[in-house]
């Protein structure tokens, strides 16, 4: 019974964590789209062919940069960045979870799937 | 047609899958690839790259509704974490190199499969499982069984069967979302629910909490290929969110039946438009 109380607690941290996450980032994309909508909403929209990389706000430092120039388009990655990365913090936060359980077999299980997400970033260098 | 014209497209579009795909069960990424390549056009990377971002929204979203119930089954879940993300890695990758119209004609199938599971009736009761012998070693060595409170406030233990195939399935689900942008939850469910015999209402937690992770776990691959575009995430993420929100407060599911029959046939007609324009080019 106290296992479940335990976990009980955890998952409600947890919970705290992904609301954090969600308004955070979506309060974060509504301002850089609005900031974007307008300084380019007259503009013609261009998704017919792919660009890939050659467009901005792509890489840590452009949208870095970017921020700091309140470019709206960066606002909107950093949001999607804060988004993206609160799955990844949920799995970061079970790791500390687990280890105060003293469930090592879990530390090891939820370090490797951290590790597979790491080696994920990882594949993004020399593309 | 301008960026704020489109973008409040989009926005509305957006808005009305989110409450569609939160009303059924089949989340809401599903519709926003179809909707961003056939009606606007839109080249077919940008749509899988914006999807895969609306879908983390909404599994964090819902995370958060079901965190507090306290039925999601986590150590399930990160153990079959290994598999969706390894596989997440591996479709990513491949959809890197991909040529668009066979992800199309891949994509057509997964929805025209997600269509058939909608027709199939709903399961609401969960009841526990018999126990056999063998094949619940590998869910005892990793603690996998667990138990969730019934409406009388009651806990039901359960057992999970058939790991190492549940397993399997799971890398594949990961896969499927590495490679097209969604969250497979439809699979997810089914290799939990059907394979694996875990209980009905803890395989949906469980597979949502694993969707987030899943696709978090094939953005980070699409963002640093340029498919993640913030002109597309803006209100499409937005939109998701609303809908999904909306449709959160709305209606309890059990009332949906219908709405769901309607949404499968949408989604049907739009796998053959997928598959059709995959198998002559246009994508």
Same mark, same amino acid.
């Given at each position: 019974m106290r296992r479940i109380i335990k976990d009980k607690d955890v998952e409600l941290i947890m919970g705290d964590l992904l609301r954090l996450g969600v308004i955070m980032s979506s309060i974060i994309v509504f301002i850089g789209g609005i900031i974007y909508l307008i300084n380019h909403g007259g503009e013609q929209p261009d998704y017919k062919t792919f660009h890939g990389m050659l467009l901005? %706000?792509?890489s840590l430092p452009e949208i870095f940069r970017g921020i700091l120039e309140f470019r709206g388009r960066a606002l909107i990655q950093a949001g999607v960045l804060l988004l993206i990365a609160t799955p990844i913090a949920r799995v970061v936060f079970s790791i500390y979870a687990f280890a105060r359980e003293g469930d090592r077999l879990y530390v090891f299980l939820t370090s490797l799937v951290l590790g597979i997400i790491i080696l994920s970033m990882m594949s993004g260098i020399g593309a | 047609m301008t960026i704020l014209v489109f973008t409040l497209i989009i926005l509305a579009g957006s808005l009305l899958a989110g409450f569609l795909g939160s009303m059924t069960g089949l989340g809401g990424g599903i519709v926003i690839i179809p909707m961003l390549?056939?009606? %606007? /056009? &839109?080249d077919i990377r940008y749509a899988i790259g914006t999807s895969i971002v609306a879908v983390i929204a909404t599994s964090s979203g819902a995370a958060v509704a079901y965190v507090k119930e306290g039925i999601t089954n986590i150590r399930l879940g990160m153990f079959l974490e290994i598999a969706t993300t390894t596989g997440a890695v591996v479709g990513a990758l491949v959809a890197v190199i991909a040529p668009t119209h066979l992800i199309a004609v891949v994509f057509g199938g997964i929805l025209m499969f997600s269509a058939v599971i909608s027709f199939m009736p709903q399961k609401v009761a969960v009841q526990p499982r018999a126990e056999s012998g063998k094949r619940q070693k590998w869910a005892e060595a990793l603690k996998l069984n667990g138990s969730y409170p019934d409406a009388r406030g009651n806990r039901v233990d359960y057992k999970v069967r058939n790991v190492a195939g549940g397993f399997v399935m799971m890398w594949i689900a990961g896969i499927l979302s590495g490679l097209l /942008? &969604? /969250?497979?939850g439809a699979l997810k469910v089914l290799a939990m629910d059907? %394979?694996?015999?875990?209980?009905f209402k803890v395989s949906t937690t469980t597979s949502n909490f694993m969707i987030g992770v899943t696709a978090a776990t094939s953005a980070v691959v699409y963002f640093q290929r340029g498919y993640i575009d913030p002109g597309l995430s803006f209100p499409v993420t937005l939109g998701v969110l609303g809908g999904a929100f909306l449709g959160s407060k709305l209606l309890?599911?059990?009332?949906?039946e219908k709405l769901r029959i309607v949404f499968a046939v949408v989604i049907a007609i739009l796998a053959i438009e997928m598959i059709y324009n995959g198998l002559t080019h246009r994508i």
């Open positions: 901005p %706000f792509h | 390549s056939l009606m %606007f /056009g &839109i /942008g &969604i /969250g497979s059907n %394979f694996m015999k875990v209980p309890s599911r059990s009332k949906t």
